[in-house]
């Protein structure tokens, strides 16, 4: 048995909707109090897990559900 870890196959596409949007993730960080570093690690797709609080702030700033930002490949 494979000590590795599962890759997985869940794509972020919080880019995609900020661009809809027309919002900045500087703008989503002071909307949301989330930090810019964390917000760029889920926009770039880095993110290793999601708290559901932050996907929350995240839907509520952008008015959208979390199946508009993340979508499994």
């Known amino acids: 048995m494979s000590s590795k ?3 997985h196959r869940i794509q972020v596409t919080l880019d995609a909707v900020l661009q809809d949007r027309g919002m900045t993730l ?6 949301t109090g989330l ?6 690690i889920l926009k770039t797709g880095k993110a ?11 839907c ?5 559900q979390p199946g508009d930002i993340l979508k499994i490949n």
């Open 48 to 58: 290793k897990a999601v708290r559901f609080t932050t996907l929350t702030a995240i």
């Open 35 to 40: 930090t810019m570093a964390n917000l760029s």
């Open 26 to 31: 500087t703008a989503l960080s002071e909307q």
């Open 5 to 7: 870890a599962p890759e």
């Open 60 to 64: 509520e700033a952008l008015k959208c």
